[in-house]
């Protein structure tokens, strides 16, 4: 069975600092998805970002980047120039893109960006 | 735009009742999934769904079951609601073959 484990409960941040928040997984998989949802006080959870194991360029979107380890099973997002908008729960997740796909996520990161 | 809608953001419920909440998604999706959201625990799976008619258990199925008995739309029901059920449900789809899941707005449910 997968695994994500996020050691960071809680993190803050200034407005326009850059903040990474950490995720590693375990699985005995070759092909799988990663992926960091935002959810914020809203509830509505949001894809930020995704990254297919076989490629081994780190994804990008916007002010949104991941730093793939495939050996090392770590996964972590960096925001560059926080916006107070970035303040949300951040959770990391694992697929696969085989049988069937639920996600396995981890227990959330909790991101503050103050003014 | 993915649209997945569960039909109340909050209840409220006594213990023993019976709850049922829906969702509903419009973009054909094939998988459905209910997840359950405590603090410090993440999201957890209760059930999912990859066809109509068809379910699998997640890793919290006990108390619950589910109901898939068209495409758009997937019932979770709490066949005697405790209070060990208070908790953020949360509804999601998936296309067959991906694993990206679209969220509905989630609902608050308060056994009392």
């Known amino acids: 069975a997968q695994t994500v484990t996020q050691s960071q409960p809680e993190m803050s941040v200034q407005e326009a600092e850059t903040v990474t928040l950490s995720c590693t997984y375990d699985t005995s998989e070759n092909n799988y998805y990663l992926f960091w949802y935002k959810q914020p006080p809203s509830r509505q959870m949001i894809l930020v970002i995704r990254?297919?194991?076989?490629?081994?360029q780190n994804a990008t979107e916007n002010r949104f980047s991941v730093n793939f380890q495939k050996a090392a099973k770590s996964f972590s997002l960096k925001i560059s120039d926080s916006q107070l908008g970035d303040t949300a729960m951040y959770f990391c997740?694992?697929?696969?893109?085989?049988?069937?796909?639920?996600?396995?996520f981890g227990t959330g990161t909790r991101l503050l960006v103050s003014p | 735009d993915v649209k997945v809608t569960q039909s109340s953001r909050y209840l409220v419920k006594r213990t023993g009742e019976k709850v049922f909440l829906e969702c509903v998604q419009d973009m054909d999706h094939e998988n459905m999934f209910w997840y359950r959201q405590d603090p410090g625990l993440g999201l957890r799976l209760i059930y999912f769904?990859?066809?109509?008619?068809?379910?699998e258990k997640g890793d919290i199925p006990e108390g619950y079951s589910v109901s898939r008995e068209k495409k758009e739309r997937f019932s979770l029901i709490l066949e005697s609601a405790s209070t060990n059920q208070t908790s953020m449900y949360l509804c999601?789809?998936?296309?067959?073959?991906?694993?990206?899941?679209?969220f509905g707005q989630g609902t608050r449910l308060t056994v009392v």
């Open positions: 999601a789809s998936s296309l067959s073959g991906r694993s990206e899941a679209f």
């Open positions: 997740a694992f697929g696969m893109n085989t049988g069937f796909q639920k996600l396995v």
């Open positions: 990254q297919e194991a076989y490629k081994q």
């Open positions: 769904s990859y066809d109509v008619k068809m379910k």
